[in-house]
């Protein structure tokens, strides 16, 4: 399973765009790279989901370099209510399902 | 987006009880379902991998006579904590993957359930 490196937490203030990097040097041919958003005593929720090079959907965008070693979450104009911790996983689909490790995630507090 | 729901949200029991965790997707169906453990300002630590049909893989390190899981449907799955104890309290999260679509290889997690042991 790859492993992934985040930073343990950010600040950012209110109408700023946040971007979230997290390195995955290990990730295999298989892997998909997926974002999740994590509220106090909630479970996480799905954010974005990527392979290779750029997608976007109507909250984020995810940036994936050629290398696919390391990955970018972009949140534009964040708002208090962004403050949460994101993860970022890479699972493998190949064993038939995908099994993924939780990292330390990302503490992001937004600042008004 | 496909949901996934856990009953209870909280509970509280004695320590010796049993309790039992039930995860369900709601409009999708789910050959596989994770159980995972969160303890407060911790990351989310994966318990087992539970097949409809089968018996459920557990991590290194989790008493599997302890968590029972059960996974008797494609919508369907039970965790059961076992002579509950203190050091058991935490949040459990369950989550499914869900098939078809363009988030095909996608988790979806559920509410988690908040149990404390006294």
């Known amino acids: 399973l790859a492993k992934t490196t985040q930073p343990i937490s950010m600040d950012s203030y209110e109408g700023q765009e946040v971007n979230i990097t997290c390195s995955h040097n290990?990730?295999?041919?298989?892997?998909?790279i997926t974002w999740y958003q994590q509220f106090p005593s909630q479970g996480p929720r799905f954010i974005i989901q990527g392979y290779k090079t750029k997608v976007t959907n109507e909250v984020a965008s995810l940036f994936i370099p050629a290398d696919r070693k390391s990955s970018t979450l972009s949140l534009p104009r964040v708002s208090l209510s962004d403050t949460a911790v994101y993860y970022c996983?890479?699972?493998?689909?190949?064993?038939?399902?995908?099994?993924?490790?939780f990292g330390t995630g990302t503490k992001l507090q937004v600042i008004p | 987006g496909a949901v996934v729901s856990q009953h209870p949200s909280r509970v509280i029991c004695k320590s010796g009880t049993s309790v039992k965790i039930e995860c369900r997707s709601l409009?999708?169906?789910?050959?596989?379902m994770f159980w995972y453990r969160q303890f407060p300002k911790q990351s989310l630590m994966l318990m087992a991998t539970?097949?409809?049909?089968?018996?459920?893989?557990?991590e290194q390190g989790v008493e599997k006579d302890k968590f029972l899981i059960n996974h008797a449907s494609l919508t369907l799955s039970t965790l059961t904590v076992t002579s509950a104890h203190p050091e058991d309290s935490s949040f459990y999260i369950c989550?499914?993957?869900?098939?078809?679509?363009?988030?095909?290889?996608?988790?979806?997690f559920g509410p988690g359930t908040r149990l404390l042991v006294l």
């Open positions: 409009d999708f169906q789910a050959t596989t």
């Open positions: 290990n990730i295999a041919t298989n892997d998909y």
């Open positions: 539970s097949n409809e049909g089968s018996k459920a893989t557990y």
């Open positions: 996983l890479v699972g493998d689909d190949s064993g038939g399902y995908q099994k993924v490790t």
């Open positions: 989550s499914a993957r869900a098939w078809g679509g363009a988030q095909k290889e996608t988790q979806y």
